[in-house]
């Protein structure tokens, strides 16, 4: 619900406060320009479009503040941007400046322009003669009859657009497969060589550490064998010789034991050094060992560098940087890699035959989608055209009949299987056709409106009802036809709030609240102001409005449009 609106300096508006009450609310007035304001206000508010040019001549910037009740997903919207509601109102500003940027800002905070029109979408509706030709397109058509169809449909649009991009998207891989044959034939060859290459060289982790010590033991059989030779000998003079370092600690060890018994501090180092003496005899065991099993062995080097080149030239295809603490781990990772991707390309069932049985499924997830999308317009095209139908002949249109017609498309879109295409039937004699082509701007005022309140009935169910504005919905229509407009937008205020600018006194002797549009001159400015009349000033306008002038006889006919007995049963 909109609760108040305050234009300042906007247009030919120089300040101006609208309280809009619930019910029907009636903008009248001479001044197009006006009107047209507080129109593009209340597009500001939004989220619509700034205009620098919209700023009133001399003013520095033009200011639109709102008070609107914000209810549904309007509510979390509004949390999500950090809008604070003040008693359940939410208050919203929209400053344009003549000059640069304008500025939103929403329950005293700024936010972008994109937050106000989402919540404007939750809340309001606005309808003007732009939208007769909206009307006219087959997705407004389509549009009409899923919002008919209800919450179910909004459900089966939402699983048939999914299925839809699915199965497109399956398509596009399936064509980029086909594409790429030759492609993957060479990715293939190329996996399979290098494959070869590693299988016949059979590498293991850590196996080029290993194959480096041993070629350098191999390279140097001869220093090896001096210096574990010489290391023996001086630890144990096999040739009975004075030498060696393990007769000089035995010698030792006698000494100390032999001043232990006299000191015990000598008995702690003989131990000491017969442990040390322990461990030299294991030293001159394994140097013994070690010496007898150095050999040359050329061959075995050749092979060992033969084995170091063929890893190497792995790693340098297939692997990291020598410089890495295992250069063999990166080709061992490779050839994982690749043995996957073999088994992938080769695999039974696999490739373009698995491609393609996925493509089956996904065209056959998005027929049935779209079977159920048609079904429920096939339902509801009935009840809207029964609905429809009432509401023309309220509207003066007796005999006018609208056709739901379902045309084939050649393929399955988001949208489903068929174009909805709305026709008119003037009367029964007449062939129907579609309202892009035969309706007149009248018809198109009235079949419109009826369309709206034919999809109110459904949404008050569910509490859904936005605000509804109507822009001159009335053009093209008069006499009767616009008495009963006034009466269907009276109707459609049971449930919401309605505001319609109009031009028409039938329509608008039905409003709760009338607000006219007038302009004054001090002889130097024109203001233009809004301001509510009741009483006799709300006959006056209606008597202007009828015929132009405020004579006796248009103020006899204005006071019978707001005492008529229809007017009083809408009210009831």
């Not at 191999?218 to 030498?243: C, K, M």
């Not at 393609?356 to 779209?370: D, G, L, M, P, S």
Request: glycine share 8%; with cysteine; proline share 3%.
């Amino acid at each position: 619900m909109i609760r108040e609106l305050r234009l300042t300096d906007l247009g030919v508006i120089a300040d101006a406060t609208i309280e809009l009450g619930t019910g029907l609310t009636a903008i009248t007035g001479e001044t197009g320009a006006g009107k047209t304001m507080l129109l593009t206000g209340l597009g500001l508010l939004l989220g619509g479009r700034a205009d620098p040019a919209a700023v009133r001549p001399g003013a520095k910037q033009a200011a639109v503040e709102g008070r609107l009740v914000p209810a549904g997903d309007a509510v979390a919207i509004a949390e999500d941007a950090g809008a604070m509601l003040d008693e359940g109102e939410l208050v919203v500003v929209r400053t344009v400046a003549a000059e640069g940027r304008s500025r939103a800002h929403l329950g005293g905070r700024s936010v972008p322009m994109g937050v106000l029109a989402e919540i404007g979408a939750e809340l309001v509706t606005v309808h003007g003669q732009s939208d007769q030709v909206r009307l006219r397109a087959p997705a407004q058509q389509r549009a009409a009859l899923d919002a008919y169809a209800g919450e179910q449909q909004a459900a089966a649009l939402s699983e048939l657009a999914t299925a839809h991009e699915r199965r497109r998207a399956l398509e596009a891989e399936l064509e980029r497969w086909d594409g790429e044959v030759a492609a993957r034939a060479a990715e293939l060859e190329q996996l399979e060589a290098a494959l070869e290459r590693i299988d016949a060289v059979q590498p293991v982790a850590c196996e080029l550490d290993e194959l480096r010590g041993e070629t350098e033991r191999l390279d140097n059989v001869e220093a090896l064998l001096e210096a574990a030779t010489t290391a023996r000998a001086a630890l144990d003079d096999e040739d009975g010789g004075t030498g060696g370092a393990m007769l000089a600690l035995d010698a030792a060890r006698r000494a100390l034991e032999s001043g232990a018994a006299h000191d015990a501090t000598l008995g702690d180092w003989a131990q000491r050094v017969a442990e040390a003496i322990h461990l030299l005899n294991d030293v001159v065991t394994e140097t013994g060992s070690y010496a007898a099993s150095l050999e040359a062995d050329p061959e075995r080097l050749a092979a060992v560098h033969e084995r170091r080149a063929a890893l190497t030239d792995l790693v340098r295809s297939y692997g990291g940087s020598a410089d890495e603490p295992d250069p063999l781990l990166p080709v061992l990772a490779y050839a994982e890699t690749a043995r996957a991707r073999v088994t992938e390309l080769t695999a039974p069932g696999s490739g373009r035959e698995a491609l393609e049985h996925r493509v089956a499924e996904a065209r056959e997830r998005e027929r049935t989608a779209a079977a159920v999308v048609t079904e429920h317009r096939c339902t509801a095209a009935s009840g809207l055209t029964t609905q429809v139908d009432a509401e023309l002949d309220g509207l003066a249109m007796r005999g006018a009949h609208l056709q739901v017609e379902l045309l084939p498309r050649p393929e399955i879109g988001p949208n489903g299987a068929e174009d909805v295409e709305l026709r008119l039937q003037p009367h029964p004699d007449a062939p129907a056709r579609p309202i892009a082509k035969g309706a007149s701007g009248g018809e198109l005022s009235r079949i419109m409106l009826a369309l709206e309140v034919a999809l109110a009935s459904r949404r008050a169910a569910t509490g859904t009802l936005p605000v509804f504005v109507f822009d001159e919905v009335d053009s093209g229509v008069g006499g009767r036809a616009a008495t009963e407009v006034g009466r269907r937008l009276a109707d459609l205020a049971q449930h919401t709030q309605v505001v319609v600018v109009t031009h028409l006194a039938q329509v608008a002797a039905f409003a709760d609240t009338q607000l006219v549009v007038s302009k004054s001159s001090d002889g130097d400015r024109v203001a233009t102001t809004v301001h509510e009349v009741t009483g006799a000033d709300r006959e006056r306008e209606l008597a202007r409005m009828l015929s132009g002038e405020e004579s006796e006889a248009a103020r006899r006919h204005a006071a019978e449009l707001l005492e008529r007995p229809e007017r009083a049963d809408v009210r009831r």
